[in-house]
């Protein structure tokens, strides 16, 4: 069965980079149409989808952070990895990695319980 | 800032019937795009619970019902039942930006 984690650090300090990995096991990210989602969540609030990787190494990202977000993926290893530049106290939240799967833009199946960063000095 | 827009709350009895609006645009839902609502617990990651509009994954109970029409879409539970009291989000995607929406997120409240 197909599951996700997410690892990284619990706190970063602002301006600094945060680097997150997301490991999953049960499908690859080299079978067509496959892709993992970054998506986060600050405290009491909603969803905000940040970047996603495609089988193919296509590259998404939300529009009003792609300046500060790399997305990459390591097959071998089964992982992906995201980067956050420029961390400031607003980036608060559980950031989560899921499982994308269907036609088109698709949806995400398979989430991470999700790893909680907090932005402070 | 989000796109996509869910009444902040609605409530009902055990074995009623309550709807979740999903309130889009003509660059999201209707465009064409499909519709995904997930279920969140607090403490807890999302589940899916509808995909493609009106699809159920396997597991999730058939009082779980999607739809869509024109530029919203809709979330039905019937029979509600303790276990459904929760966050409830919508999701598409928005051609102007490119990127997948959430809603701004609907917390069922069962009396």
């Known amino acids: 069965q197909i599951t996700v984690k997410e690892s990284g650090p619990a706190l970063v300090k602002p301006t600094q980079t945060l680097t997150l990995t997301c490991s999953f096991s049960?499908?690859?990210?080299?079978?067509?149409?496959?892709?993992v989602g970054w998506i986060r969540q600050p405290p009491g609030k909603a969803l905000e989808w940040l970047a996603l990787?495609?089988?193919?190494?296509?590259?998404r990202y939300s529009p009003s952070l792609k300046t500060r977000l790399t997305i990459t993926k390591d097959t071998s290893k089964n992982q992906v990895v995201l980067t956050m530049t420029h961390m400031d106290p607003v980036d608060t939240g559980t950031y989560y990695c899921a499982h994308r799967d269907g036609w088109g833009p698709g949806y995400f199946d398979y989430w991470g319980q999700g790893t909680l960063v907090t932005v402070s000095s | 800032q989000s796109v996509l827009t869910q009444p902040p709350s609605v409530s009902g009895a055990p074995g009623q019937r309550v709807t979740i609006s999903c309130a889009g645009s003509s660059s999201n839902i209707g465009i064409g795009y499909d519709v995904l609502w997930y279920q969140q617990f607090p403490g807890s990651a999302p589940r899916l619970l509808i995909y493609d509009n009106n699809n159920r994954p396997s597991g999730v109970p058939d009082r779980f019902s999607g739809s869509k029409s024109g530029t919203s879409a809709s979330l039905a539970i019937t029979g509600l039942q303790a276990e459904d009291e929760a966050d409830y989000y919508c999701q598409s995607y928005d051609n102007s930006l490119s990127a997948y929406v959430f809603g701004t997120g609907t917390k069922v409240t069962v009396l």
């Open positions: 049960g499908f690859s990210l080299s079978t067509d149409t496959v892709g």
């Open positions: 990787i495609y089988w193919n190494d296509d590259k």
